[in-house]
């Protein structure tokens, strides 16, 4: 089967290398794998893990900068080159405390495996995916397992899982209250992420579960294509998702610190396509517990 890739290429006029360190506000500590992005731009990439970044824009731009755990902060780098980020406080007041008997499993999702995959650039993107609640979940409320497809380009490439609440149509609060990691293996994967522990249920106005690229060292490769008939190349970040396409706008993105909804792109004349009349979603499932 012949594969599809989408691939989104920028022309944008750069101005200057520049560089920085986020740091934690209390500890002083260097924060790693933070979500940096020009804002109202498409431009961006991930703090290292010693909580370094480069980036190729102008010092007056304003940036944005986000991670699980922390408050996002807007400044311009022409103010500082170290970043310091204050950590948010949970009220964890309500706390439920349940054991799970995991007697029941319901998978939901109707994701497939095709040969369609979605290159993140050098964005660090955040893929959405949203599941409604349903009447029927009542009997397995609690996510038990997430599963997507990936077709990654290197070995043991890293990304993260972010769930998120819905507010007024758009990801909202973060569910997790702390960064769960997954490694990718090479190649066409199903990957199973357990997050049983957290006890998270879905809302009654429903879930996001999103899939974060890191645009760091360690995934960097060099993606090779042709275009015009003449072979060319550009840096890409690995892992590639596979995505599947939803006649219902289910599917959004995180792009210049803010949030878009995926829309459908009507397309008058004969359905020729897979994609026509539908929207881009990642394929992700959920495996919900008792």
């Given at each position: 089967?012949?594969?599809?890739?989408?691939?989104?290429?920028?022309?944008?006029?750069?101005?200057?290398?520049?560089?920085?360190?986020?740091?934690?506000?209390?500890?002083?500590?260097?924060?790693?794998?933070?979500?940096?992005?020009?804002?109202?731009?498409?431009?961006?990439?991930?703090?290292?893990?010693?909580?370094?970044?480069?980036?190729?824009?102008?010092?007056?731009?304003?940036?944005?900068?986000?991670?699980?755990?922390?408050?996002?902060?807007?400044?311009?780098?022409?103010?500082?080159?170290?970043?310091?980020?204050?950590?948010i406080v949970y009220q964890l007041d309500n706390v439920e405390i349940t054991k799970l008997k995991n007697t029941k499993e319901l998978e939901i999702g109707d994701s497939k495996k095709i040969h369609h995959k979605h290159l993140s650039g050098d964005k660090p993107w955040i893929y959405g995916k949203l599941f409604t609640y349903e009447p029927k979940y009542s009997e397995t409320p609690y996510l038990k397992n997430i599963v997507f497809l990936s077709d990654s380009e290197k070995k043991d490439a890293k990304l993260k899982i972010r769930i998120f609440q819905l507010?007024?149509?758009?990801?909202?609060?973060?569910?997790?209250?702390?960064?769960?990691?997954?490694?990718?293996?090479?190649?066409?994967?199903?990957?199973?992420?357990?997050?049983?522990?957290?006890?998270?249920?879905?809302?009654?106005?429903?879930?996001?579960?999103?899939?974060?690229?890191?645009?760091?060292?360690?995934?960097?490769?060099?993606?090779?294509?042709?275009?015009?008939?003449?072979?060319?190349?550009?840096?890409?970040?690995?892992?590639?998702?596979?995505?599947?396409?939803?006649?219902?706008?289910?599917?959004?993105?995180?792009?210049?610190?803010?949030?878009?909804?995926?829309?459908?792109?009507?397309?008058?004349?004969?359905?020729?396509?897979?994609?026509?009349?539908?929207?881009?979603?990642?394929?992700?499932?959920?495996?919900?517990?008792?």
């Amino acid at each position: 089967m012949k594969s599809i890739v989408i691939l989104f290429l920028f022309s944008i006029s750069l101005s200057a290398q520049i560089k920085g360190v986020v740091k934690d506000s209390l500890t002083g500590s260097p924060i790693p794998y933070v979500n940096i992005w020009v804002e109202n731009e498409n431009i961006g990439t991930t703090s290292e893990e010693d909580g370094t970044f480069e980036l190729k824009t102008s010092k007056e731009k304003k940036l944005v900068f986000s991670v699980l755990g922390f408050e996002t902060k807007i400044c311009k780098l022409s103010e500082t080159s170290e970043i310091i980020l204050n950590p948010i406080v949970y009220q964890l007041d309500n706390v439920e405390i349940t054991k799970l008997k995991n007697t029941k499993e319901l998978e939901i999702g109707d994701s497939k495996k095709i040969h369609h995959k979605h290159l993140s650039g050098d964005k660090p993107w955040i893929y959405g995916k949203l599941f409604t609640y349903e009447p029927k979940y009542s009997e397995t409320p609690y996510l038990k397992n997430i599963v997507f497809l990936s077709d990654s380009e290197k070995k043991d490439a890293k990304l993260k899982i972010r769930i998120f609440q819905l507010k007024d149509s758009l990801p909202d609060e973060d569910m997790l209250f702390e960064d769960v990691f997954v490694t990718v293996k090479k190649g066409m994967r199903k990957n199973v992420v357990d997050i049983s522990k957290y006890k998270i249920k879905i809302p009654n106005n429903g879930i996001v579960i999103g899939l974060e690229w890191l645009i760091i060292e360690e995934n960097k490769y060099l993606y090779e294509y042709t275009y015009n008939k003449t072979k060319q190349s550009t840096i890409n970040y690995a892992p590639s998702l596979v995505i599947n396409y939803s006649e219902v706008e289910n599917s959004f993105r995180y792009s210049g610190g803010r949030w878009i909804k995926s829309k459908i792109n009507k397309i008058k004349i004969k359905e020729t396509k897979p994609w026509d009349n539908k929207v881009m979603v990642p394929a992700i499932n959920l495996i919900l517990t008792n």
